[in-house]
């Protein structure tokens, strides 16, 4: 993973965030107070060295307890919950929210836990949907909201219903597999796999109104690309044939390549035009998969999903 995440700074020359809805320091959701914690501090020190900017806290994240996490949050301060508290104070354990500034958008990150797995005695969850009202009551116009769930399914899905101000909702729920970036009502919805089994890049252009469209953007690069390549073999073929005008084949190749030409850019100029209309009224959205199994849901199981919570 962390050869990916290089090569994907590497070639990405727009600011980005590298998150994550959680579970991915232990293999179950259940208690262990004697279970090695060996194998999430190798996770953690590896996050580290890739950059991890937000990390939610899912059940597969507390196998070793409350206590475990403060102290890996101490040197490294990227778990987020907004939901699990210190009966002591009355306070939230972890960060509850995240705010990152890119290309002058505001992106406000914030996690939540699924309360299904036992806490630590001196710990509680308090109700996410109380929480929620209280962190989403003022959204400034310029600001874009992740949420980071370990929720299940059919509860983050309520979550979309009565919260519009969300944009965009990753989940990390472990009765479900794999699901990649797809649009949910008002909001974009992504589903992740326990352990890190996939990493997906997903490039957003944030528009003037809070829908979502796919966008072209990569078409775009692609076809602005292929131009260039094409427009100077195009200038290559047509200085030889200031030295072969008679040669059949090469007037060919020639007239073949002009048609490329041209076809690549009146594609383009629809794409280009299409984009501009889009950003006026929703962001736009594409994604990438670095790792590819047979775990993809089809659109109908999407569906069923996230209006029932089950396939």
Avoid at 204 to 218: C, L, Y
Wanted: charged share 20%; proline share 3%.
């Amino acid at each position: 993973m962390s050869t990916l995440v290089k090569k994907f700074r590497s070639e990405n020359t727009l600011p980005d965030l590298f998150i994550s809805p959680g579970n991915v320091l232990f293999n179950t959701d259940q208690k262990c107070n004697t279970c090695s914690t060996d194998d999430a501090e190798a996770i953690v020190s590896s996050l580290r060295c890739m950059n991890l900017q937000a990390l939610a806290v899912g059940p597969f994240d507390l196998a070793a307890g409350v206590e475990f996490l403060k102290k890996t949050n101490t040197s490294f301060p990227v778990l987020l919950s907004s939901n699990i508290y210190s009966i002591t104070n009355n306070e939230a354990v972890f960060t509850t929210v995240k705010t990152f500034f890119l290309d002058g958008i505001s992106v406000k990150v914030i996690g939540i836990t699924d309360p299904s797995t036992q806490l630590d005695p001196g710990y509680y969850y308090r109700d996410y949907k109380v929480v929620l009202n209280e962190l989403l009551q003022d959204k400034i116009p310029s600001e874009f909201i992740i949420l980071l769930s370990s929720l299940p399914t059919k509860e983050n899905a309520e979550i979309l219903n009565n919260y519009p101000r969300i944009n965009l909702l990753l989940s990390s729920d472990q009765d479900h597999h794999y699901m990649g970036p797809t649009v949910y009502k008002h909001s974009l919805i992504a589903q992740s796999v326990n352990r890190g089994k996939y990493l997906d890049s997903l490039r957003i252009q944030v528009g003037n109104n809070d829908k979502w469209a796919v966008s072209h953007q990569q078409r775009i690069e692609q076809l602005n690309n292929k131009i260039k390549i094409l427009t100077e073999k195009l200038r290559r073929h047509r200085e030889l044939l200031q030295q072969s005008a008679h040669d059949h084949e090469l007037i060919q190749k020639t007239e073949y390549l002009t048609q490329q030409v041209q076809t690549c850019q009146k594609e383009l100029l629809q794409l280009t035009a299409a984009q501009k209309a889009y950003l006026k009224k929703a962001h736009l959205f594409e994604y990438k998969q670095y790792k590819i199994d047979n775990l993809i849901l089809q659109d109908h199981e999407i569906e069923n999903i996230l209006k029932h919570g089950q396939l």
